[in-house]
């Protein structure tokens, strides 16, 4: 990340906070998800699942970020 | 049983996922790397995968179209002993599905079909909790005989049955829609006897 503009900060320290909120996402998603499935209330589940969905696949891509780029950065 | 096992799924991952955020200081070292790729992509992947597939079959059920008031007459019209209505007829003779009556009855074959279906019950959940709903419902676009067909095409009732011979082009007319399963095959509901 060369540049005049660092737009994603890399390195451990980085990898490590972003990869937190990550999980963190996945937790909210998961528990989101059950929530509105084990309920079975068609609003809860027509809007809540792509919600929960998105919120642990972006927990999915922090871990991509923080392995693959932050930290090897 | 699918409910307890994905309930015990979500609950080790997200054990997992509260033991990686107080144990990972750096995902640097190959075991820090390996339990996060196991607590953040697998379990939450496989978890996604079966809720997806867990909510799909739900939303299928003849007990979740009805669970709005909307539906009400509909669902108890498929247990009208009503030899003349389509539905009933169908359901109480276990000709469908009992389970996913709705779905296999107003979706159409295909992808193309599911997605349909899918925006058609995001409209429906929109009017039901913030539009208006009318008191007379109408299909939004004229009934399918693909539906129909993709059961009975094949069958040597329809295809050879003496309703279906005259005239002779009745049959391709049904196959093309030129001609409603449902004008001689009706009604589909039979909501006078509630």
Redesign the interface.
Same mark, same amino acid.
């Given at each position: 990340m060369s540049g005049p503009f660092q737009l994603f900060p890399t390195g451990?320290?980085a990898?490590?906070r972003v990869?937190?909120r990550? /999980? &963190?996402s996945?937790?909210v998603?998961?528990?989101i998800?059950?929530v509105a499935?084990?309920t079975?209330v068609?609003?809860l589940?027509?809007v809540v699942?792509p919600l929960g969905?998105l919120l /642990? &696949?972006l927990?999915?891509l922090?871990?991509l970020w923080?392995?693959v780029w932050a930290?090897a950065g | 049983m699918t409910?307890t096992i994905?309930?015990l799924l979500?609950a080790v991952?997200?054990v997992l996922?509260?033991v990686?955020?107080r144990a990972?200081?750096?995902?640097?070292s190959g075991i820090a790397?390996s339990f996060?790729?196991v607590?953040?992509?697998i379990l939450?992947?496989v978890?996604?995968l079966g809720?997806?597939g867990?909510?799909d079959s739900?939303?299928k059920k003849v007990s979740?179209c009805t669970?709005?008031h909307e539906m009400k007459r509909h669902g108890e019209s498929l247990l009208n002993d009503d030899h003349d209505a389509l539905a009933a007829m169908h359901y109480l003779n276990n000709r469908v599905d009992q389970k996913k009556a709705c779905y296999v009855c107003h979706t159409e074959p295909g992808l193309a079909g599911y997605v349909d279906a899918k925006l058609r019950?995001?409209h429906d959940?929109r009017v039901?909790?913030f539009g208006e709903v009318p008191e007379e419902f109408e299909l939004v676009a004229p009934y399918d005989n693909a539906v129909c067909l993709q059961c009975h095409g094949e069958a040597k009732n329809f295809l050879e049955g003496m309703g279906h011979q005259y005239p002779e082009t009745l049959i391709d007319d049904l196959k093309a829609g030129e001609v409603s399963c449902l004008d001689c095959h009706g009604p589909a509901h039979s909501l006078e006897a509630e």
């Open positions: 451990p320290d990898a490590t990869l937190k990550g /999980v &963190a996945q937790i998603g998961i528990l998800l059950s499935l084990f079975k068609p609003l589940m027509v699942i969905a /642990v &696949a927990g999915m922090t871990w923080a392995v930290d | 409910v994905l309930l979500a991952t997200i996922l509260v990686l955020t990972i200081r750096s995902p640097s790397r996060a790729l607590a953040m992509i939450p992947g978890w996604l809720m997806f867990y909510a739900e939303m979740f669970s709005c019950g995001l959940v039901h909790y």
